[in-house]
């Protein structure tokens, strides 16, 4: 009889949905909220079958998510794994199972990349570097000290090493720029507001706060105006994402700079399940396209924010 062509697991290819098993993070943030509307809005526009698991932020929900859509036999697995390390058994059943699986938004540190199709998501370091360049520009031709403290993603995760990182490559300009504190605010406005709380109290001249994302930034907006200081003129702050409301304290002059970090990730992960389903070779690393803005460029950008 007729060869055929085996179209991947478990889908005859053509016409039929697809299912795709998604385990988010969590809702830590307005990034990740973000995030989470993009994947279900295009999986339905997509026409494909959305089982999605929010892991609270824990590790082991991630895994167990991954085990149930092996069990359900879905046709691709695609998740953003909270932390880089400790994939790589639930990934083999995966793989054991012929389940494509598509990392999204962060990396694993698996040494095996047959255990994934691709990766999609931001380049963290860059995103560190594009906020370490902005502040050595703001200080060039000055020979001030200047006194930064850091709020770190969630420890362990991709976001959080690789923006530490990039940040920390590109100070090395200035010798000037020195970071003094730094501390996990776990991507979450309550806990960048108390540990900014404790920065206050510990460091009397803090000129600068790099925060790994806008929700954190937020939270210490509240610590810095409670103790009488100005944000963005006093303590001039650097955040990364751009959600609307880190955006709206940019233009209002309480944040200095924005880096960018797109959460639309939908559209493109809907296509790439598709091919993956249909046993395509996938690109290994699809890289999301974003930029950088200042509070003048927050003020005319503002009104376009879809998030
Ligand atoms: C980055 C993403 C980070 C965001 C945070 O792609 O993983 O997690 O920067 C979110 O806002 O919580």
Same mark, same amino acid.
């Given at each position: 009889?007729? #060869? ?21 993070? #969590? ?11 993009? %994947? ?80 999609? #998501? ?18 060039? #031709? ?92 006093? %303590? ?72």
């Amino acid at each position: 009889g007729g #060869g055929g062509d085996d179209a991947g697991s478990g889908n005859s290819g053509g016409d039929d949905k697809i299912t795709l098993g998604f385990s988010q993070v #969590g809702a830590e943030s307005g990034w990740r909220t973000a995030n989470t509307k993009s %994947i279900q809005e295009s999986a339905a526009s997509a026409g494909i079958d959305l089982k999605f698991s929010d892991a609270q932020g824990k590790q082991e929900n991630q895994i167990s998510a991954i085990r149930n859509f092996i069990t359900q036999k879905v046709d691709v697995i695609a998740f953003s794994p909270v932390v880089t390390s400790g994939w790589d058994a639930v990934l083999k059943e995966a793989k054991d199972a012929g389940i494509p699986v598509i990392l999204t938004d962060r990396a694993v540190d698996s040494q095996d990349t047959s255990l994934y199709e691709t990766f999609i #998501g931001s380049d963290f370091v860059e995103e560190g570097k594009k906020a370490g360049d902005w502040l050595v520009k703001e200080y060039e #031709g000055k020979t001030d000290k200047v006194n930064v403290v850091e709020l770190q993603g969630t420890t362990g995760s991709a976001p959080a090493i690789d923006r530490q990182k990039g940040f920390a490559e590109a100070i090395k300009a200035n010798p000037n720029i020195t970071i003094v504190k730094s501390q996990t605010g776990d991507f979450k406005r309550a806990d960048g507001k108390t540990v900014m709380e404790t920065f206050l109290q510990s460091t009397p001249d803090i000129d600068v706060l790099y925060a790994h994302n806008d929700d954190m930034g937020l939270g210490a907006i509240e610590a810095i105006e409670a103790a009488g200081k100005k944000p963005g003129t006093d %303590i001039k702050i650097i955040t990364v994402d751009a959600v609307k409301d880190g955006m709206t304290a940019l233009a209002d002059g309480k944040i200095n700079f924005i880096v960018e970090c797109s959460p639309l990730l939908g559209p493109q992960l809907m296509d790439l399940a598709k091919k993956a389903a249909a046993g395509e070779t996938l690109e290994k690393r699809v890289l999301t396209e974003e930029t950088t803005f200042t509070q003048e460029q927050a003020k005319t950008e503002l009104p376009n924010r879809k998030y």
